[in-house]
């Protein structure tokens, strides 16, 4: 590996600096320039193992890690098998969860089993002549003593800390800010020393984490860090997806699972879900986008969308087995004139609420017991829990016997 020749392949480099990317910093420029000039750069992004599986979003991060491997790059996917201890704060709005539970030792080490396996699927780990590292950071932040941590914290203040928007917001709202929150931030600028970071990457979300790193490699090894931002799939709320919120594509989900969410989408997110979630190449995604603006059915690019994503995570033949498979459900005519839209006013309901005010079921009994009998389906998946809570962050397709429904939170 020490001996890979660096390519500038400038196909690549374009799509490093452009695809799926929120912003660069300290900018572009600085990034292109190291890119173009041959020299060999440490890239890294991290993952905490908090669940059991990755997540779509995570591929969005890898991509741009295997498009480094490719230009002959270091690459180190590191799995945050300390900094899941601690718990990096989400910005939830409930006082307590809004710091992350901490996880014990076996609950990471049970978690994070899939999680080079699954990556594989999209970075080429193993590659014989440039394979991708595997490291864990309670290698290093194991081994620091109180003294040590005493240090690292000298290097920031408080109210570089309370800056960060999610704790203004807790503030705002009287909730409470944990100090073992302000040393996630902490910990994970300390993996970018220690590894000699030239580059990382991550989802916009951990902006500020990232920028904590750059301002410990430059006290520490005194150069500059360029930190890449990628984007963030959203519902069409605004809101993030992903694992904390619950309503995300997992990797270890089945094709056919995978192909009904991504059909769940709205017509807004098609455009967006080309350029984040598959490999297509820009032009196609501003082709897609100005096609549906002239005034072409949105279906058929949702469509694609779901068989690309599809196909991309469980290869072609799993993909094609599970349009097949989604076209059968609705006999191979389109979602918007075979499914009924309702409109509800909350964003979460029990389950069995819900099917009285869509009136999937005349009352609460008859609603469970349609459930104890398998007869409902969400998204294509059984609904066995008839206690289940349900947040409308996208539109969902319920199934009871022959009736089926896409339901939509009002706006």
């Known amino acids: 590996m020490a001996n890979t020749v660096i390519k500038t392949d400038k196909k690549i480099i374009n799509r490093i600096l452009n695809k799926a990317v929120e912003q660069i910093l300290p900018d572009k420029e600085t990034l292109e320039k190291k890119l173009v000039s041959g020299e060999k750069l440490n890239i890294y992004q991290g993952f905490d193992p908090t669940a059991p599986t990755l997540h779509i979003g995570h591929t969005v991060g890898m991509r741009k890690l295997e498009d480094f491997r490719k230009l002959g790059h270091n690459v180190i996917f590191l799995i945050g098998d300390f900094t899941a201890r601690i718990g990096d704060p989400s910005d939830k709005t409930e006082a307590r969860s809004s710091a ?9 080490a049970e978690n994070l089993k899939l999680y080079v396996e699954q990556a594989s699927h999209i970075i080429d780990i193993e590659n014989k002549d440039n394979p991708v590292k595997i490291m864990y950071n309670s290698t290093w932040l194991e081994t620091l003593d109180f003294g040590d941590i005493i240090k690292l914290a000298s290097e920031f203040t408080v109210q570089q800390m309370i800056k960060r928007s999610m704790f203004q917001k807790r503030l705002e709202e009287d909730k409470p ?9 902490l910990m994970q600028g300390y993996d970018s020393v220690m590894m000699d970071i030239d580059v990382e990457v991550g989802g916009n979300d951990q902006l500020f984490n990232m920028l904590a790193g750059r ?4 006290n ?11 984007k963030l799939l959203t519902t069409a709320q605004g809101d993030k997806m992903g694992k904390s919120e619950g309503n995300m594509i997992k990797l270890n989900d089945s094709p056919e699972d995978i192909y009904g969410k991504v059909m769940a989408f709205t017509d807004e997110q098609i455009v967006e879900g080309f350029e984040i979630l598959t490999n297509a190449p820009m032009d196609e995604v501003e ?5 549906m603006e002239s005034g072409e059915n949105p279906m058929i690019f949702k469509k694609q969308l779901a068989l690309k ?20 459900i609705f006999q191979k005519k389109s979602l918007e004139t075979e499914i009924k839209e309702v ?22 009994s008859q609603g469970r017991r349609l459930i104890e009998q ?5 998204d294509d998946e059984k609904v066995t829990d008839w206690q289940k809570h349900i947040k409308l962050t996208q539109p969902i397709v319920v199934k009871v016997g022959k009736k089926i429904l896409k339901i939509t939170k009002q706006k």
């Open 100 to 108: 992350r539970k901490v996880l014990s030792e076996d609950e990471i």
């Open 177 to 185: 800010i944990y100090l073992n929150e302000f040393m996630y931030p």
């Open 215 to 218: 301002d410990m490699v430059r």
């Open 220 to 230: 520490h090894l005194d150069k500059e860090k360029i930190v890449i931002a990628g």
């Open 287 to 291: 082709g897609i986008k100005e096609k």
């Open 309 to 328: 994503v599809t196909s991309e995570l469980k290869g072609q033949e799993a993909g094609q087995k599970a349009q097949e498979y989604f076209e059968t």
């Open 343 to 364: 409109k509800v006013e909350k964003q979460e309901y029990d389950i069995l609420d819900l099917m009285i005010e869509t009136k999937l079921a005349p009352s609460k």
């Open 374 to 378: 398998n007869a409902l389906s969400i």
